[in-house]
């Protein structure tokens, strides 16, 4: 069994980051349940493209959503509507947990906070994700990955120097809060089985975004340090630590312990750097930056990448610098089955996603698809009680 096997998660989610928050649950065991609305085809994500499937249920052909939600269920429900809402209270009365992730003034309105579901479980965990929580100045303002990015600073803290401000390549912030949110809601099943009592937890975008700014925060808020940007991706205080030219590209080198120097020294047959003054120590190579890399560069422009990645293999710190190709098509990722495929419905070829990063010291069960929009609608009701003539009347209504 995995660990949260037999644990309940409503999951009013939709785009990418609760999904991805959600994903990891159900990797670990969880059922979540997607409340989707019946009204405005689901998630939003079904529609998200540039790319689909050939021969699957166009509700589930987006690529965009396949990566979000498999092992996932799915149920359509009006929260709007008066029966929607105490559809979602009998639901919630054998849940362990709901998340949403709304714009902060929304949850209270559709009926998605511990005090309105208290009654129903008391022990309901019931955390909420939004773009900058559900108080303040900003509570109704929608909000989105690269927003936050822009305003914590990371835009100022990427890319080169003399370029203009940049994101990062990938939605990271989304990502991030939707790991918080996870480690949120599993802290606070353990405190509701240990008290008998659920609660709210919330995480925001813009919190963790500024959060993650960590020790470049703490030099500014007690040395009054700004932090800018290095050449070459490299690390604000350490060197060696970035991007080498090599014979036919870049090798990344990064070492962070005085040690990994000195092994650098030897494996590049230049052991007298290890006495240069300009070198000795951390704070003399990061002063010394450009000497350094100049040095560097004339070494590793005289073999090609494959080959000083052989030479400091397990001894120095080293990584190629691939495009998303190269690295989903690493010997090395194929080699331990970090890429599965996951069956869909129909004739479909299955598709090809990652495996969870979390291990459990068990095999993985087999994984399920994303499911069709309010595929398991019907499934979830008689489970509650509903009859088929009382499931009828709901379809007709649109309140399923």
Not at 60 to 78: E, M, R, Y
Request: hydrophobic letters at 45%; aromatic letters at 8%; proline letters at 6%.
């Amino acid at each position: 069994m995995l660990p949260l096997s037999g644990v309940r998660v409503i999951a009013v989610e939709q785009y990418g980051a609760a999904p991805f928050g959600t994903l990891q649950l159900a990797s670990l065991g969880a059922e979540v349940i997607k409340v989707e609305s019946p009204r405005e085809a689901g998630d939003v994500s079904r529609a998200v493209g540039p790319h689909f499937m050939q021969h699957a249920d166009p509700s589930v052909a987006s690529l965009f959503f396949q990566g979000f939600n498999h092992n996932k269920k799915s149920i359509t429900l009006d929260l709007r509507q008066s029966q929607g809402q105490q559809i979602l209270q009998r639901l919630a009365a054998g849940a362990d947990a709901l998340v949403s992730n709304l714009r902060g003034d929304v949850p209270a309105r559709l009926g998605l906070t511990y005090a309105q579901l208290e009654a129903s479980n008391p022990k309901l965990v019931c955390a909420h994700l939004t773009a900058y929580g559900r108080n303040g100045a900003r509570a109704a303002w929608p909000g989105y990955d690269y927003l936050m990015q822009a305003e914590a600073g990371y835009f100022d803290l990427t890319g080169e120097p003399d370029g203009p401000p940049t994101r990062f390549g990938l939605s990271v912030v989304d990502f991030m809060t939707g790991l918080a949110l996870a480690l949120g809601v599993a802290a606070a099943l353990v405190g509701a089985r240990q008290t008998g009592r659920g609660r709210d937890v919330d995480v925001s975008l813009f919190d963790v975004a500024l959060y993650n700014l960590n020790y470049v925060a703490t030099w500014f808020l007690n040395a009054g340090a700004g932090s800018s940007r290095a050449p070459r991706s490299a690390h604000l205080s350490l060197a060696p630590c970035q991007l080498y030219k090599t014979a036919d590209g870049f090798i990344y080198i990064m070492c962070n312990k005085e040690k990994f120097w000195l092994e650098l020294c030897n494996e590049l047959a230049h052991p007298e750097w290890k006495q240069d003054i300009r070198f000795s120590s951390y704070s003399a190579r990061l002063q010394h930056r450009a000497e350094l890399s100049a040095v560097l560069d004339r070494v590793f422009e005289t073999a090609d990448t494959a080959t000083w990645l052989e030479r400091f293999a397990g001894k120095v710190p080293c990584a190629p610098v691939y495009d998303v190709m190269q690295a989903l098509s690493n010997p090395f990722v194929a080699a331990s089955e970090r890429i599965m495929e996951v069956p869909v419905a129909g004739d479909a070829a299955p598709v090809r996603v990652l495996r969870p990063p979390i291990h459990c010291g068990e095999p993985q069960p087999q994984p399920a698809a994303a499911p069709a929009l309010g595929e398991h609608t019907e499934e979830i009701l008689h489970s509650l009680g509903y009859d088929a003539a009382t499931i009828r009347e709901l379809r007709r209504q649109v309140v399923i």
